[in-house]
Nanobody, 124 residues
């Protein structure tokens, strides 16, 4: 089974930037679609961004469009989420996900593997 490990979370102030990383195990990283989801306390897990196998196709939630950017480095088995202009409402646990078929989705169900999450807290 694929293992995903997120890192890069922390406590920042509104307007600051943060870069999350997700390192994946295995030799077939380039065949996975990758995504980022987040979950705030008492709320459902929601889609943030996703990227296709080669990185040619990306999708970002409206709430983060223009502020967050997903990218991947297949040679390093790593996907990133660059977060700029952070807002208090971005506060959540951020989860990395992988889909073995290579198809990106804005819903939770199709994703096959999940990391344990990394906390992002944005103060005002």
């Amino acid at each position: 089974q694929v293992q995903l490990v997120e890192s890069g979370g922390g406590l920042v102030q509104a307007g600051d930037s943060l870069r999350l990383s997700c390192a994946a195990s295995g030799r077939t990283f380039s065949s996975y679609a990758m995504g980022w989801f987040r979950q705030a306390p008492g709320k459902a897990r929601e889609f943030v961004a996703a990227i296709g196998r080669s990185g040619s196709i990306t999708k970002h939630a409206d709430s983060v469009k223009g502020r967050f950017t997903i990218s991947r480095d297949n040679a390093k088995n790593t996907v990133y989420l660059q977060m700029n202009s952070l807002k208090p409402e971005d506060t959540a646990v951020y989860y990395c996900a992988a889909e073995k078929g290579g198809y990106i989705s804005m819903t939770i169900v199709p994703w096959d593997y999940w990391g344990q999450g990394t906390q992002v807290t944005v103060s005002s």
